[in-house]
């Protein structure tokens, strides 16, 4: 790629660099990675792509398996080779595919590599034809070429063990709330606020969930025989940061293959025959898909009190547009999800952190008497120079970590 337009810096000064003045506070060793308080397991599926295993804080199980399912783009477009365009990545074999990251640009400039290394790129997004009716499905994006309009779907399992197996999936319903005007002595006069309605998912098809604006609602995850010293269950909440709608008709075209898609979280009982919501034939036979994520729910079994599995759907529709030549941007278009515990801890665990900072007056009356400074001291000799990495000799002698062709 040549550089061009109005180049910046003005002129050429290195690019800022973190460093780890003590060297690396996290270790990887075999398949594990530690982290303060935090474990992990991690490999890698040639079909399905990258898989946590065995995730524990403090020693305790939070989740059991944590793993990408599949990646899914379908295109629109005035023609059938866009109108086909339905793309299942795992039948071309994710972890297969993944291609080389560069220190410093697309991850931080001291990672850890362990083969293979983990990268997705959004790919194929511009058709060489036009016609009259283009501007429907996407932007013209120079003279023969039109981006097409497209919706990235991925799809992941969430084994979620929190304090054991035996699990209860339970939304916390916040709905409106029309009571006694707390001042006024009018007997007219309401006042209105919210409240939370417990409502636990006793079933699998009770636990499909399609976002809805008018109905918020927490997702928590719990053993209900475990209890908070404050009589709470110890819960972690699911948040969902990426949703995004389907709007096929369900079981049209290549839809029924992507049966995940329907739902922004789907809840279901771990089976051993319910493994994974898509396979590496998804793309082949999408009339009877060899993985039909629909039966996973369709049985309606009971949740309450069993090894449960969220399947979490992010999305995001893709309207090409000229700034997405030659390569794709991506800021402010990253989806993520969160578990993040919800009356798990007695306080913020976080308040164990070295790295906090907390500063305070020693008089608060008087600063003049001045102020406190408590944190994380420092090596004397720090040198903020950054320690020479030699990846790029590294790929200059093996090109295929980088690159296909071998
Ligand atoms: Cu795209």
Redesign the pocket.
């Known amino acids: 790629m040549e550089r061009r337009g109005v180049l910046f810096p003005e002129k050429p000064v290195s690019p800022p660099r973190q460093v780890e003045p003590e060297g690396k506070r996290y270790s990887v060793k075999y398949q594990e990675v530690k982290y303060m308080n935090w474990k992990f397991n991690f490999r890698l599926s040639p079909g399905l792509g990258p898989r946590l295993h065995n995730i524990r804080y403090l020693d305790r199980m939070i989740v059991y398996e944590l793993a990408l399912q599949d990646i899914v ?1 379908f295109y629109s477009g005035a023609e059938p080779p866009h109108q086909y365009a339905n793309f299942f990545d795992s039948s071309y074999l994710i972890g297969m595919n993944l291609q080389g990251m560069v220190p410093g640009v697309d991850c931080p400039y001291r990672t850890v590599f362990c083969r293979p290394r983990l990268y997705q790129r ?2 194929s ?1 511009q058709s060489l034809y036009t016609k009259e009716n283009e501007n429907k499905y996407g932007f013209r994006l120079n003279h023969k070429l039109i981006g097409n309009l ?1 919706h ?1 779907l991925f799809n992941f399992k969430v084994d979620v063990d929190i304090n054991g197996q035996c699990n209860r999936y339970e939304t916390l319903d916040i709905v409106l709330d029309k009571t006694s005007h707390p001042v006024s002595k009018k007997p007219y006069d309401v006042w209105y606020q919210n409240k939370i309605k417990h409502h636990l998912r006793k079933t699998e098809l009770d636990a499909l969930f399609k976002y809805d604006f008018d109905q918020p609602m927490h997702h928590i995850f719990y053993n209900n025989k475990v209890k908070s010293p404050e009589g709470n269950n110890m819960a972690y909440r699911l948040v969902n940061r990426g949703m995004s709608k389907s709007l096929l008709p369900e079981c049209t075209g290549n839809e029924g293959t992507g049966a995940w898609m329907r739902h922004q979280i789907t809840v279901t009982k771990r089976k051993e025959t319910e493994l994974t919501s898509s396979s590496i034939y998804s793309a082949l036979g999408t009339k009877e898909p060899v993985v039909n994520f629909k039966n996973f729910y369709a049985d309606n079994e009971n949740i309450v009190d069993e090894d449960l599995v969220a399947w979490v759907t992010m999305g ?1 529709y ?1 309207i ?1 547009h000229t700034e ?1 030549l030659p390569v ?1 941007h991506t800021p402010g278009l990253d989806l993520s999800f969160f578990l993040s515990p919800f009356n798990y801890f007695p306080e913020d665990p976080g308040m164990g952190s070295r790295d906090s900072v907390r500063i305070e007056a020693l008089d608060k009356y008087n600063l003049k008497r001045g102020i406190r400074i408590d944190k994380q001291t420092f090596p004397e000799k720090m040198t903020c120079k950054a320690p020479i990495g030699n990846y790029f000799e590294y790929i200059l002698k093996r090109p295929s970590v980088i690159f296909d062709i071998h």
């Open positions: 783009v959004d790919t997004c497209h990235h995001t893709h090409p997405d794709t």
